[in-house]
Each structure stands twice: as C-alpha cells, then as structure tokens.
C-alpha cells in the first residue's frame, strides 16, 4: 500500500539553527517525491521535488532533501532557519501524471527567536 | 497571473444546504484535483480529472459532484451539506511529471 509517515507532529528549532524534517514512504514502483510548504491560511506551495537522477535535490528557499532509496526516506533539510520558514510542512509521493499523489501528515515548524 | 484560482475563498452555509465553489487553471494541465484538509491539515484526495474524464473518486459521499465543463476548470458541487463537511478544500493541477499546483483554498463552514 501507497503511503507516507512524518513522524514529527511538532517540531520547534532555534532562528539560525540547521532543520531537518523526516519523511519516509511505502511506494511499490519508482516514487516522485515531493516537499510542499503551507503557510497559515494559504494553498500549498512546491519546495522541490525528486524523479530521477541526483539523489540530493535543492529547491526553493535554501532547503534541500535527499533520496534515500534504502531507507525509503526523503528527508528535507536546511542549513540555517529564518523565522519566515514557520509554516506547515508536507512531504508526498505518487507516480506520474494523472496519478494519485499521497501526503504525509506534515510537520509543524515553529521558530524560536 | 494567478495560475489556480478558487472561489470563493470562505463559504459560511447552514446544514442541509447545496454549494458549489469553482476552480480554474491557466496553466495548460490536463488534469486537475480536488483535495479536502481537515482541521488536523490532514490532506486527503478527493477526485481526479484528466482531460475532463474522472479518473481518482475517493471513498467520498456522493453528496460530492465534481463537474468538468473543459480542462481547464473543475468545479465541486455539495449537496445537503453536513457539519463534517466543514473543511478547507483545495483545487490543484498537475503537469506531466504530476507536480501539483495548488490554489489558495475555500474555507467551508457548515453551522
């Protein structure tokens, strides 16, 4: 069965500080994965997404994921945290296009000053 | 240049009521989705049209009718509206490689 977990309901990190959100996936042929970022009271927006090729993937805003077939994980990571990044994230899989994508629960990012 | 458009942005309706709300696309995408996010943001896939063909109907009451007029609208109509139906819904279109493009979202409440 298709699926997501994050695992983290809530996580809270310091501004400056480095980030890393969890994502792992049950997926039975080859997954496009996805990280999409909501902030409060809007639509969803795209942070990067991963098909084929390079396994470490950079998209908008700093953040990065990397696709670790063995672990099935697709973990988003940041360097250093702005307190405009407070928002929810979610990570998703599905197949091409036409198919159904699956999301995770998100994540919750607060940002401590 | 707003690439998925919603309206409205809120609905306030009583129970037993029929709404619609309306989505629209300039991007070019064959398919379009409707998705439902509860109050824990629990994101979940409603329907699925490809070229104005169903192609995803979730386990979803059949109060829920999606009408595709072209491809580049897809609209959401309720019937007999319920308290649980209070949500935010969410249209969205996909490219190829089926990124999905969200829009801004309808805030349904149901009193």
């Known amino acids: 069965a298709q699926s997501v977990t994050q695992p983290d309901i809530h996580i809270t990190v310091s501004e400056g500080a480095s980030l890393e959100l969890r994502c792992n996936y049950s997926?039975?042929?080859?997954?496009?994965l996805f990280w999409y970022v909501q902030s409060p009271g809007q639509g969803l927006q795209l942070l990067l997404k991963?098909?084929?090729?390079?396994?470490l993937v950079q998209g908008i805003k700093g953040f990065e994921a990397e696709f670790k077939r063995s672990q099935s994980s697709f973990n988003l990571r940041k360097p250093s945290v702005h307190w405009s990044d407070a928002a929810e994230y979610f990570c998703?899989?599905?197949?091409?296009?036409?198919?159904?994508?699956?999301f995770g629960s998100g994540t919750r990012l607060s940002i401590r000053p | 240049d707003t690439a998925v458009s919603q309206t409205p942005k809120y609905l306030v309706t009583q129970m037993g009521n029929d709404k619609s709300i309306k989505c629209e696309q300039n991007?070019?995408?064959?398919?379009m989705y409707w998705y439902k996010q509860d109050s824990k943001k629990f994101l979940k896939i409603m329907f699925s049209?490809?070229?104005?063909?169903?192609?995803i109907n979730e386990t979803v009451p059949n109060r829920f009718s999606p009408k595709s007029p072209d491809k580049a609208h897809l609209n959401l109509h309720i019937n007999s509206l319920e308290l649980g139906d209070s949500a935010v819904y969410f249209c969205?279109?996909?490219?190829?490689?089926?990124?999905?493009?969200f829009g801004p979202g309808t805030r349904l409440t149901v009193t």
């Open positions: 049209y490809n070229n104005k063909e169903l192609i």
């Open positions: 991963y098909f084929s090729g390079d396994t």
């Open positions: 998703a899989v599905g197949g091409s296009s036409a198919s159904k994508i699956i």
């Open positions: 997926y039975g042929a080859t997954p496009y």
């Open positions: 991007l070019g995408h064959d398919t």
């Open positions: 969205a279109s996909s490219d190829r490689e089926g990124e999905q493009y």
